[in-house]
């Protein structure tokens, strides 16, 4: 099962993901995939983790997500955006690099048997970026949203906190 | 009755807005919460004055809106964005603060026995912000936006000037 | 009939817009606006027209989009923001002037007994734009939109490649 949380910046995606991984299990695991890159981040994180209980199984990989075993688990990966951000940063302008080792390391994570919940980011909503590498990014995270979407069974967008469902294909 | 109307720059959130509360009442009260800052918010203003007709009643009241008492009244709300700009501005960078006392002022709006319609922007999606003030802003402004979209019995997100039902307790 | 299909950058509008055309008609018209201005600008129409085959017509068109005659085609105008973007810059800082003209070329279109699908951004949810140029083409770009709603049959928001509808008069 792959269920995807797409939606703005502080509109509740986290919370209404954590909520969910808590309601399929109660040893969930949280895979983080953040590169610290400067203290209003880190203290982000933080308040993320303050917000966690002891039910958690944090597992923090920047890259190849695949390298851990899922099997049977409920995985909350949170999220696509930060992860792309390493690739990104990583291989300079190369973005169909970074769109191919993204889409490609999916593959190996969907084939786990194993129930995912996926937060990602909905943003290229504000109209043309000042510089051309945030609409760099904004294409590339676009392309990775519609790819894990077509994948997913369910897809949420979350607005103020409140759950719109987008897609379900196990109800229908 | 809580009414959340959400949406983007210029999607017809205001439009929308009125006409619900000129459905609602003869004499609806339009409480304006802005502080001007510059000449083409002014100009923003008028426009939107001039809209508006002779039924209304309008307040306007930057920040301690609960001075006024707004009994059997319905009360439009224009908008959350203005008036959190007032306390961001006012509290330097705390912004604990800001949303400490917004989140008061909004309890005491919220006791009062009328009908609120409260417009707000939705903000987040435009990918991440160039300095970190927007990025402050824009996590003040969701974590409000949550917490009124909590509270409400209706929740509308405006796309292209057409409404998009989030959440209705009242239907349900 | 007028379907305007609404979405951010990168979101899929283009491809839910083509396969929606060719469901519609096997020798759809695509009626592209937009006037080159750089070279990513360039591989983006190149890359859209790769995707494409040879059922289509194309006829560039970067404003008085009437001088052509559609009469029983099936039409994809892809779209309507590069479009405005020419009245936009053509018109100096007249937004008023640019709207005019925009709406009265919509009125000449939507005359013609042909079926429309339009494609347009949703562009005001990042936030305040940094700059009054951004804040400028984001009202003319809200106006138009609302302008085209308020007339389309079919109204769909395009969320990661999936639709959502928003506006449905003919199923009704």
Known sequence: MIHLITGGQRSGKSLFAEDLALSLSDRPVYLATSRIWDEAHRERIEIHKHRRGNQ?????????????DFTKKVVLLDCITLWLNNFFFDNGEDDEKSLNEATQELEKLFDQNCDWIIVTNELGLGGHPDNKMAMRFNDLQGSINQYIAKRADLVTLIISGLPLEIKNTIRA
Chains 1, 2, 3 share one sequence.
């Open 56 to 68: 958690w199984t944090t597992i923090e990989e920047e890259k190849i997500l695949s390298l851990h």
